[in-house]
Nanobody, 113 residues
Framework: QVQLVESGGGLVQAGGSLRLSCAAS??????YDWYRQAPGNQRELVAT???????NYEDSVKGRFTISRDSAKNTVYLQMNSLKPSDTAVYYC?????????WGQGTQVTVSS
C-alpha cells in the first residue's frame, strides 16, 4: 500500500508561484507524476519524474513548471512559476507501483487574474 499526501496548494495571483509537495510512503525511486483536473475537464498529466531521474512536461507548462524529487525525504515537488488562470485546478500526485495506481487526495490551486 502506497500513500501519497499532497500539500502546498492555495490562491495566487497570475504571474505568481507555488510549490506543491507530495509525501510518499512507497519506493522513492519509482516514477511519480503530477496530474490536474479543472472543473468540467478530464484529468490531465502535467509532469513526470521517472524512476531513472528523467522529467517530462505537458506542453503548456514547459518552461514554467519544474518537477523534482528528494529521495531522502521520499517527497516529490512541483515548482510552478508564472502561473496563469488556466492553471487553476485540483492537482494530484500519482504513482504506479506493485501493479496498482495510487493517487493522493488532491490539492486545490487557484490562480486569479
Amino acid at each position: 500500500q502506497v500513500q501519497l499526501v499532497e500539500s502546498g496548494g492555495g490562491l495566487v495571483q497570475a504571474g505568481g508561484s507555488l510549490r506543491l509537495s507530495c509525501a510518499a510512503s512507497g519506493s522513492p525511486f519509482a516514477t511519480y507524476d503530477w496530474y490536474r483536473q479543472a472543473p468540467g475537464n478530464q484529468r490531465e498529466l502535467v509532469a513526470t519524474f521517472t524512476a531513472e531521474g528523467g522529467t517530462n512536461y505537458e506542453d503548456s507548462v514547459k518552461g514554467r513548471f519544474t518537477i523534482s524529487r528528494d529521495s531522502a525525504k521520499n517527497t516529490v515537488y512541483l515548482q510552478m512559476n508564472s502561473l496563469k488562470p488556466s492553471d487553476t485546478a485540483v492537482y494530484y500526485c500519482h504513482t504506479y507501483q506493485h501493479w496498482t495506481h495510487y493517487w493522493g487526495q488532491g490539492t486545490q490551486v487557484t490562480v486569479s487574474s
